[in-house]
């Protein structure tokens, strides 16, 4: 990133910003910490961070956030030296910015775990959260299960001091508290997993049992995770959008954060302590399960079908892939059959795919399908193969879904349809690439060699002969005349 010569924005110069640019309506330097977060990238700072904003903005300053990276040191060295300050850019029919202060401190656990360690032992601390997105979570997405074999959990346990992942830092901060005799934090995930929070406490338990049972025990018995279901499209912030925020603002500004004017944050309610977040807009209910089923399968499951197929139409965004219409009807369509498994009312889910369909049209967003695309064998499972298991289980087609599926199958061949190479990002990168070289364009031999990976497909769906057939049958027409016309196929069939 090259900066420009104008000042940084910084705790000093809040004064000189623009009028129409909101700041801190707060005395940040009577800010304490209450909230640790895991994970600090630009959906934090578009989502937690924002309603945390507002409830400082409203005079309960025990709720600063001390944020912490626990991979590159790229979020500290931006955000640090202009005080944790940064722009947030909602747009939509026009921009509105404004500078956030919610967050104190970047922490880099890599560089210095001990810092971060000591945040989480603090009292003053009372819930931590976490967008470590999907693969963060050391687990087998298949089962929802710690995966005990993951190099950085067998680092962690041989070196529960000093951890590198989520999960031990999690447990090492339970463990100082308890020890210390101060109150256990409350834990929310904020990513999205199936029941997120029940996912992490298993795998939080698992980890801790494996430190020593009886922390297990404690850990599940004592540490509450209430589940989530977060929601606003945040794409990676660009130079364009860096270059043009500074200009807005006159300072410069080393990460802005760019999205959407939708947000929703639905939360399970929980005792122990935490900001008003209800006054911001978030909404505490008994249980959140039927809001995250709809959100991951009716958005992230389209999300995921307009990644995987407009990757190898060699379409670029969500906005643009909207303005093709056979992907923009694929996606609605799928969107109906991802409803015929939930449990929410009909007028709720029509409401919920009409608003997804036009924020996924908003042209002031630029959300690459290549960022989408990424981690597919972490997302496939609660997006799309959860709803294709309920439509078998109720003896309905699998068309759409399983056409999901054989688009990822097809994108990790890593070429789209001219040809072009397509970058495969995913944890299980080297171990599916290295299977579709070795089947080749073949649709049969891609699906048999593909749905054999458990973590993703589990035993059953393998040995399902519906799932495996409507698979072939989708790569087999994206394989011989691609995806625009494969999807004229399925238009018609609706
Ligand atoms: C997207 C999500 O990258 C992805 O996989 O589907 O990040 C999506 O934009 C958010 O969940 C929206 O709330």
């Not at 049958?473 to 494969?486: H, N, T, V, Y």
């Amino acid at each position: 990133v090259t900066l420009s010569d104008r000042p940084r924005l910084g705790a000093g110069r809040l004064a000189e910003l623009p009028a129409g640019v909101a700041r801190p309506r707060y005395d940040r330097a009577a800010l304490k910490t209450g909230i640790v977060h895991l994970g600090i990238g630009a959906f934090h700072r578009a989502h937690q961070a924002f309603y945390t904003e507002a409830v400082l903005n409203a005079g309960d300053l025990r709720w600063g956030i001390s944020a912490a990276s626990l991979r590159s040191a790229d979020t500290a060295e931006a955000l640090n030296p202009q005080d944790g300050l940064y722009t947030l850019a909602v747009r939509g029919e026009c921009e509105a910015l404004s500078v956030i202060g919610a967050v104190r401190e970047v922490l880099v656990a890599p560089a210095d775990p001990a810092a971060l360690l000591k945040r989480l032992a603090d009292p003053g601390v009372a819930v931590v959260t976490l967008t470590v997105t999907e693969k963060g979570y050391c687990h087998d997405p298949a089962s929802g299960d710690l995966d005990e074999s993951h190099p950085g959990i067998r680092r962690d346990l041989a070196q529960p001091e000093r951890p590198e992942t989520a999960i031990g830092f999690l447990a090492a901060g339970i463990a100082a508290r308890r020890a210390a005799g101060a109150k256990p934090f409350t834990v929310l995930c904020c990513d999205n997993l199936p029941s997120n929070g029940r996912t992490v406490h298993r795998i939080l338990s698992q980890f801790a049992a494996l430190r020593s049972p009886d922390l297990g025990r404690f850990v599940a018995g004592e540490i509450a995770c209430p589940s989530t279901m977060v929601d606003r499209i945040v794409p990676a912030t660009t130079d364009a959008d860096r270059a043009a925020i500074s200009a807005a603002l006159g300072l410069e500004d080393a990460w802005p954060v760019v999205t959407e004017p939708f947000t929703q944050w639905v939360i399970e309610d929980f005792t122990g302590a935490r900001p008003a977040w209800e006054n911001a807009g978030a909404e505490l209910v008994a249980d959140v399960a039927p809001f995250e089923k709809m959100k991951l399968r009716l958005l992230n499951g389209s999300h995921s079908a307009i990644a995987y197929l407009g990757s190898l139409m060699g379409v670029e965004t969500v906005a643009d892939a909207m303005a093709v219409d056979e992907l923009a009807g694929f996606a609605a369509g799928l969107m109906d059959d991802a409803a015929a498994t939930l449990d929410m009312p009909a007028a709720t889910v029509a409401a919920y795919k009409a608003s997804l369909l036009e924020r996924f049209r908003n042209r002031a967003l630029r959300h690459l399908t290549i960022q989408i695309a990424m981690d597919g064998s972490q997302k496939l499972p609660q997006r799309i193969l959860g709803p294709l298991r309920e439509r078998l289980a109720k003896d309905l087609p699998v068309d759409r879904h399983a056409l999901v599926v054989a688009a990822w199958m097809r994108f990790l061949t890593g070429r789209d349809e001219a040809g072009r190479p397509l970058a495969v990002r995913d944890p299980l990168a080297a171990e599916l690439t290295a299977l579709a070289d070795r089947a080749g364009a073949d649709a049969e031999r891609l699906v048999a060699a593909l749905v054999g990976v458990r973590a993703i497909f589990g035993d059953d769906l393998p040995r399902d002969p519906r799932f495996r057939d409507a698979v072939t049958k989708a790569l087999a027409a994206l394989l011989a005349k691609g995806a625009r016309a494969s999807l004229a196929d399925y238009a018609s069939r609706s």
